[in-house]
Nanobody, 124 residues
Framework: VQLQASGGGLVQAGGSLTLSCTAS????????VAWFRQAPGRDREFVAA??????NIKHTDSVKGRFTISRDKSTVYLQMNNLKPEDTAVYYC????????????????????WGPGTLVTVSS
């Protein structure tokens, strides 16, 4: 499946952005989806993931209380509030077709479909 992330941009610290991830399939609800990010000079890291039904979600500790992953039938969202300069990175959405409604993959190696990324820059 082909993925497309959008919604990145430049925002001041304390501001908000919402990222969106869409897919080339009509059965996006067959996929668990995650957001990862990669800052300059750093490894790609897990940010958040959501099960195919949306019932189960997981966020990395550094974004808990600030970021929220959600989905509808065609789009997965990452609502980002109270952004910090350390959130500056290219954000990627990734998807894995799964049969288990509650399964939430979090390792990058679990995912076989990746979007091209969207840049989020947070100024201090």
């Amino acid at each position: 499946v082909q993925l497309q992330a959008s919604g990145g941009g430049l925002v001041q610290a304390g501001g908000s952005l919402t990222l969106s991830c869409t897919a080339s399939t009509r059965t996006f609800t067959d996929y668990a989806v995650a957001w990862f990010r990669q800052a300059p000079g750093r490894d790609r890291e897990f940010v958040a993931a959501i099960s195919r039904t949306g019932r189960n979600i997981k966020h990395t500790d550094s974004v808990k209380g600030r970021f929220t992953i959600s989905r509808d039938k065609s789009t997965v969202y990452l609502q980002m509030n109270n952004l910090k300069p350390e959130d500056t990175a290219v954000y990627y959405c990734a998807a894995e077709q799964v049969g288990n409604n509650g399964y939430i993959p979090t390792a990058s190696t679990n995912f076989d479909s990746w979007g091209p990324g969207t840049l989020v820059t947070v100024s201090s």
